[in-house]
């Protein structure tokens, strides 16, 4: 089950599959698309997982487990890789808040995201060399835009779990708080990212961006009626 929360501004994905730590299975897939049709115009989304043991724990083995062919392997593996693309493209800022580990294809899930914000008991794990494969869902690639190729190989390769303050020196996380903190803290950056500049930033940091159509973002902020007010505002501080 997947649910979407929207809350001024910022739209909330929950996967929510407690029975099975929140896996993914090909109903999930379909679900998660449907739930980012309806997020469109949100000024930044935040990925989650129910309860506090389990982000994603990756694919849904017991659900997966019918697919034996090359030809079914591979379309399930560019079905949900689409899913994690689609998040990896969303126009605002994508946050993955890692309420539990993020396992395997929940991994995955977390690096297609711009910003990763964990509890500070959480790990996170490319496992699938566990189970005798690799990342297919595009995370392998994302790992290594994140933490360079070689250490991509190096976890994706053996599957190395790391803690949440590894991973953040490391750079595959961004934000560690503590669990008690965690709740608010994830809302916080989200509506921190829609009531500020955080869309228009995600546009000027994409690959390619030109300093003309940086110039162009910039001074529709300059122009804007909120920019203004924050002027007088600040000009007025203190009198």
Do not use: Y
């Not at 593996?77 to 294809?105: E, I, K, Q, T």
């Not at 608010?184 to 228009?200: F, K, N, S, V, Y």
């Amino acid at each position: 089950m997947v649910e979407l929360e929207l809350d001024r501004g910022v739209a909330v994905i929950t996967i929510n599959r407690p029975q099975a730590r929140n896996a993914i299975a090909p109903a999930t897939m379909d679900e998660l698309d449907k739930a980012l049709d309806a997020a469109e115009g949100a000024r930044a989304l935040v990925i989650t997982g129910a309860g506090d043991r389990a982000f994603v724990s990756g694919g849904d083995l017991k659900e997966l487990a019918a697919v034996r062919t090359d030809e079914q392997a591979r379309a399930m593996a560019l079905r949900m890789r689409g899913v994690c693309d689609r998040l990896a493209a969303f126009p605002a800022p994508v946050v993955a808040a890692l309420n539990g580990h993020a396992l395997g294809g929940g991994a995955e899930v977390a690096v297609a995201a711009d910003i990763r914000i964990a509890a500070d008991d959480v790990r996170i794990g490319f496992t699938q060399a566990t189970l005798a494969i690799m990342p297919a869902w595009g995370g392998a690639e994302r790992l290594a835009a994140l933490v360079g190729r070689g250490r991509a190989i190096l976890l994706a390769g053996t599957g190395l779990l790391l803690g949440a303050a590894e991973a953040e020196r490391l750079g595959l996380v961004d934000q560690v708080v503590p669990r008690a903190e965690f709740p608010e803290a994830w809302r916080t950056l989200a509506h921190a990212l829609a009531d500020g500049p955080g869309l228009e930033t995600k546009r000027i940091t994409a690959p390619g961006v030109t300093a003309d159509e940086a110039a162009g973002e910039f001074a529709k902020l300059w122009c804007a009626d909120a920019h203004w007010e924050a002027v007088e505002r600040a000009m007025n501080r203190g009198k």
